[in-house]
């Protein structure tokens, strides 16, 4: 997936391409997009489609009309039209799929104020594009230092120049509204070019910044995710999580959007359970529920009166409870049912099934192995037998 860029450097260190996921093979791409449908020949008498998706710096697609018939490919960098002046992208889709991606994303591939594409980069404007790129941090730095003299409580994360360089995109993250007008005046006489702020939410930050989760992967955002759902402290509930912020928010700050993924399992399988807040009357008193084992069907009753003292009930034993107090019937205690559960010892001695060395070899450090012929100070020792005739 990688291309000759991410190989290794010296010393075996991983060179990389230092482009966050937006080199230009279209190899190891973020969001990028199989063209399923290239070995596929047109019906007789249907034109291609006229759309082809671009994209720019990190995450940014968008799409544009070949109104001049040029032949691309995936991979082709190309000029496309701009607010002002041109801006210059990678093609990442060419064909039918294009006007599935519009319909997915909801664009009108009629409109006629679709944007165009004006020709194939010439090297000339490779050159301006790249020289522009290689100099975002720089501004980066000095817009950060213009923003701290100033007061303002926001962080600029990441800058886009446009690729002709007449425009520069700031993309920046703030708690409340800022003004930034001086900010702007400033930036323009520093940078001399046309400058745009645009707010971004936390989740789009730790997007266009990458890095790695506390899974030890990549995050989902930089990879393949591309809608952000909100996430709500539920979702933990419903998953039996402790509400631990430092365990359950992301590098953003906020809640991790993986807790999305398993919610509907454990939705579909809540339905089976009681709600928490339904007592169990016995003669003894009222039980509450205390804890819940949604996959392998236990729940733990507690009487009001001694809530230490935990009793482990099948998910059929509860349901039988409560029908029979649904009859004004109360059982005599919830020991009777804990005591049919035969606990199983899931617990198994560990076995070197694969001939695996010892994983604490390595905590006790290494003896030095003597020289051959030479004593603890290092002075060789003389011959056995030179000795023994001394003696």
């Given at each position: 997936m990688g291309c000759s860029s991410c190989s290794t450097g010296k010393g075996g260190q991983p060179r990389g391409c230092k482009n966050n996921g937006t080199c230009g093979t279209d190899g190891c791409n973020k969001l990028t997009v199989f063209d399923w449908l290239s070995n596929m020949s047109l019906p007789a008498g249907q034109e291609p489609f006229d759309c082809v998706e671009v994209r720019f710096k990190n995450s940014r697609k968008e799409f544009f009309r070949n109104?001049?018939?040029i032949s691309l490919s995936i991979g082709d960098v190309v000029a496309t039209e701009a607010a002002s002046g041109h801006d210059v992208g990678i093609v990442t889709l060419t064909g039918e799929l294009v006007r599935v991606q519009m319909k997915r994303k909801k664009t009108d591939w009629k409109d006629p104020a679709l944007p165009k594409i004006y020709?194939?980069?010439?090297?000339?404007?490779?050159?301006?594009w790249t020289s522009v790129r290689d100099k975002e941090e720089e501004v980066k730095k000095r817009s950060r230092e213009l923003a701290i003299a100033l007061g303002l409580q926001m962080k600029i994360?990441?800058?886009?120049?446009?690729g002709d360089g007449s425009k520069a995109t700031f993309y920046y993250t703030a708690e409340e509204r800022v003004d930034f007008r001086q900010l702007i005046k400033d930036m323009a006489r520093a940078f001399n070019v046309r400058i745009e702020m645009r707010q971004i939410g936390f989740r789009q930050e730790a997007s266009r910044l990458g890095g790695i989760g506390s899974c030890g992967r990549e995050l989902c955002c930089s990879t393949w995710l591309t809608d952000f759902r909100s996430v709500n402290t539920s979702s933990a509930r419903y998953q039996q999580l402790s509400l631990n912020p430092q365990k359950l928010a992301g590098q953003c700050g906020k809640l991790k959007c993986c807790l999305n993924y398993e919610l509907d399992a454990y939705l579909d399988a809540l339905h089976e359970f009681p709600k928490t807040d339904v007592k169990l009357f016995t003669a003894r008193g009222r039980a509450v529920c205390q804890k819940i084992d949604i996959f392998k069907g236990f729940l733990w009753y507690a009487y009001e009166d001694n809530g230490a003292n935990w009793h482990k009930l099948t998910l059929e034993q509860v349901h039988d409870i409560i029908d029979k107090n649904k009859h004004d019937?109360?059982?005599?205690?919830?020991?009777e049912y804990a005591s049919e559960i035969v606990e199983e010892d899931t617990k198994k001695a560990f076995e070197n099934v694969v001939g695996q060395d010892s994983l604490t070899r390595f905590d006790q450090p290494r003896k030095k192995r003597r020289a051959k012929g030479r004593g603890k100070?290092?002075?060789?020792r003389a011959p056995r037998k030179a000795a023994r005739k001394k003696e």
């Open positions: 109104t001049q018939n020709r194939k980069a010439t090297q000339r404007d490779i050159d301006i994360s990441d800058i886009e120049f446009q019937v109360r059982v005599d205690g919830l020991e100070n290092g002075k060789k």
